[in-house]
């Protein structure tokens, strides 16, 4: 209902301006008091492709400060390792260490958040030295100015290349490597190269060059990349020139334009503010790590720890998770690099199938490189296959990352998406329905197959899911577009014989016969939950067996080591906490994941490993954070559906919704106060607003509001328009304004001179 004093136009949201945006970020800016002496406590830069990572050097005595430059792209192209871990391997590239003249007595670091640099200063026992660094949005380059006191004139940085080595090869030597060929130096002009040659053709090279006047001295560094011709030095090393023409001012002024303009998509603010300076820090880091031109983000990002576990792009978690925080915060283009990565990898993805169904089917095995190619077929594991060929029965990662895929389409509504993947995914989940048998009632069953992390079980929950929800969206896009598919009988006649998935006592089941009765970290056989919603709280019976299943999931006991839980254990218990309504519990979760897993520069790192950071599950804790303010699976959104009481007051602005809405709300004093959405695509706008006593609406003429029961309204709201709902005498306040911090938690990341590891990843 339209209020008597509704205005001719509606009140717009006030966002924040740049001195507003400039002065919230500051307060979650990453400090170093002390200087970072692990790499996995280093302060990281990024422009999406070309990162740093800044941290003392590991030589005994450190007495370096070392950029540890990383490029997401570089891979040793050959499938390296034996058996099933034959995959391309990400390569190290090397340091760049300011190295003072006295000895380092004491140092400190910042990144700033809102212009994507890092500033420090080193105390020794001659001198001080300032300096700051960035990664060029728009030019593939990392700059670093710095300036001296007299007696550290003399400073200098020291080029240390890392032997092109594999990293997973460091950890767990194999006999039958052959390293790659020796490095050499070059040098044009001004401009220092350092040259790697490939094993299997083409060179990766580093370039710098450095230059002074007075006291203040640049040193500009990029690094090229060519397989299988060649020539990255002249890539490195033009990349050099066009930075030195533009010059520090002209670049300084475009980088921070760039991230000025990035942050402003969306905007939200808690109560917890080392929650919510967690939240900012991990928006800057995805901007860091992808772009739409870059691979897709593997475990590593620009930031390649040279001996780390994880060198390579794991597909049955890690990337599916890492792909979820930037479709809520309206920052669509950070999802086009998954995208591009699967569309231009189609005829891997057919290749990697067996023979025999390669005409109709696609497969990925995991890991692999950024190709997406993988040779498991010679696995001596058990195969679900008959024949000369044999696969390794973990069937979910194409589908599941046809998920991905099918959730950057709904955000955006862009039915060019839809028709890219869906010749993807049909062929994803043909290879499923190849495996289907039936039973003596005419039910369909999965034989035995892989639940990711815990094992092999017939009628794995995880597949079932998978099979149940590939079907559905298949049939709804081929509606969509108006294809007629000759497949829709079958994808009918699926969905009405499928298995109903294996239950207990204790909730979902791993498979049929098989419950869960050891520890397991992965969520994988509760993906019917999420992230594909097809059991969720408003099916019957549906919150009841969430909760059973989660609590049965987080209780059992961890007998071996390797069954711990891992950090994203626990950002997906909040994610299901969220699903059903429980705030305090999904906070709960929350808090347990940055207590225990999270490093001192909102890295996390998996336990018992190298302490090797990987780049997934701080992204994921985010999704977990946003669904406790804003929800849209099905056909609504859900305002505020899972807010803790804790959480009195809470406000975000244009987060992106399923449909292609833009949302912001107020929630102030426990209540929420008004609710405003646009739409984008002119999709139906069906919404819980959580609003108390009637609904006022202030939108176009002509909008009309329909109760649908259980506190959802329909509005007819057309694509470019924009309707504000709020309840009470007065109309709301809708200038957009951080919520009052807590003093105690400003700056809560970084490096504090009192810092004590937790015990869950300290390596052993």
């Known amino acids: 209902m339209k209020r008597p004093d509704a205005k001719n136009g509606l009140d717009a949201v006030t966002p924040l301006t740049p001195a507003q945006w400039e002065s919230f970020l500051e307060r979650h800016d990453m400090i170093w008091e002390v200087l970072p002496a692990r790499w996995a406590h280093g302060a990281f830069i990024g422009n999406g492709r070309l990162g740093a990572m800044i941290h003392l050097d590991d030589a005994a005595p450190a007495n370096r400060l070392a950029w540890e430059v990383g490029r997401s792209d570089v891979y040793d192209p050959r499938l390296l390792g034996t058996g099933n871990q034959r995959y391309a391997r990400r390569l190290p ?116 060059c450095e230059s002074a006047e007075d006291s203040r001295r640049l040193l500009f560094v990029s690094v090229g990349y060519q397989i299988p011709q060649g020539g990255a030095s002249d890539e490195a090393g033009g990349n050099i020139r066009r930075a030195m023409a533009r010059g520090v001012a002209t670049l300084t002024e475009a980088h921070r334009t760039w991230w000025h303009e990035y942050y402003p998509a969306s905007f939200v603010s808690l109560p917890d503010t080392r929650l919510e300076g967690f939240y900012w820090i991990q928006l800057y880091k995805m901007a860091s790590a992808t772009r739409p031109d870059a691979p897709v983000l593997d475990l590593c990002g620009p930031w390649l720890k040279k001996d780390t576990p994880w060198p390579a792009t794991w597909w049955n978690l890690n990337v599916q998770v890492a ?43 995991n890991p692999t490189g950024p190709d997406m190619r993988n040779s498991r077929f010679t696995a001596t594991d058990r195969g679900i296959f008959e024949g000369p060929e044999k696969i390794v029965p973990e069937l979910n990662c194409l589908p599941w ?111 049929r016969g098989m419950p869960m009765t050891v520890s397991h970290r992965h969520f994988s056989h509760l993906m019917a939950i999420y992230p594909f ?51 305090d519990d999904a906070l709960h979760h929350l808090l347990y ?12 790192a998996e336990s018992h490993q190298t302490c090797a950071p990987t780049i997934e599950t701080p992204l994921m804790a985010c999704r977990s954070v946003q669904d406790m303010l804003l929800q849209s699976w099905g056909d609504r959104i859900r305002v505020f559906p899972a807010v803790p009481d804790v959480w009195a007051d809470v406000v975000f602005y244009q987060f992106r919704t399923e449909g292609a809405f833009l949302v912001s709300a107020a929630r102030k004093g426990g209540e929420t106060r008004w609710v405003q959405v646009t739409s984008l695509a002119g999709e139906p706008c069906r919404i819980q607003t959580g609003l108390r006593g009637p609904i006022w609406t202030d939108g176009p003429e002509g909008l009309a509001v329909t109760p649908l029961g259980n506190a959802t309204i329909e509005i007819n709201l057309a694509k470019g328009q924009t309707v504000l709902l709020f309840s009470g005498n007065e109309r709301p306040d809708l200038t957009m304004a951080p919520v009052n911090p807590q003093p105690d938690q400003l700056n809560a990341y970084g490096l504090k001179k009192n810092y004590r590891a937790p015990f869950i990843y300290q390596p052993v």
Not at 335 to 346: F, Q, Y
Not at 350 to 362: G, K, L, T
Not at 593 to 604: S, T
């Open 93 to 208: 590239i090397g340091q760049f260490q300011l190295s003072p003249v006295g000895k380092i007595m004491a140092g400190t670091i910042r990144v700033n958040l809102w212009n994507a640099e890092a500033t420090g200063a080193i105390r020794t026992d001659r001198g001080e030295i300032r300096w700051r660094s960035w990664v060029q949005r728009n030019d593939e380059a990392i700059a670093i100015e710095w300036e001296a006191t007299d007696g550290e004139r003399a400073s200098r940085f020291v080029w240390r290349p890392h032997p092109a080595l594999d990293p997973f090869n460091a950890l767990y030597p194999n006999p039958e490597y052959v390293p790659n060929p020796p490095g050499r130096k070059a040098t044009v002009g001004s401009v220092h190269s350092w040259i790697q040659p490939l094993a299997e053709g083409g060179d990766l090279a580093t370039a710098w």
């Open 323 to 365: 792909y979820w925080l930037h479709l809520t915060a309206n920052q669509l283009f950070l999802g086009e690099s998954l995208l591009n990565t699967m569309d231009r990898n189609h005829a891997n993805l057919i290749a990697n199938a067996p023979a025999e169904y390669r005409a109709d089917s696609a497969f990925l095995g």
């Open 401 to 511: 990352l046809c998920h991905n895929y099918f959730w950057q389409y709904r955000y955006s509504m862009n039915d060019a998406l839809l028709s890219r993947l869906l010749p993807l995914l049909r062929r994803a989940i043909n290879l499923l329905l190849h495996l289907l048998k039936e039973d003596q009632n005419g039910r369909l069953h999965f034989p035995e197959t892989y639940s990711a992390e815990y094992g092999p079980a017939p009628d794995a929950c995880q597949d079932l899911a998978i099979m149940r929800w590939g079907c559905r969206t298949l049939l709804w896009s081929c509606e969509r577009l108006g294809i007629s598919d000759p497949l829709i009988p079958r994808w009918q006649e699926v969905l009405a014989r499928l298995v109903d998935y294996p239950q207990d006592d204790t909730g979902l089941m791993i498979g």
């Open 533 to 583: 919603y097809e059991i969720n709280p408003e099916i019957s019976g549906g919150a009841e067996l969430i909760r059973k299943s989660v609590r049965h999931w987080l209780t059992v006991p961890i007998v071996k080591l390797e069954q711990e839980f891992a950090g994203f254990t626990w950002c997906m218990a909040a994610a299901m906490a969220a699903l059903v309504g429980d705030g």
């Open 593 to 604: 994941f940055l207590d225990a897993h999270v490093l001192p520069n909102a890295m996390y």
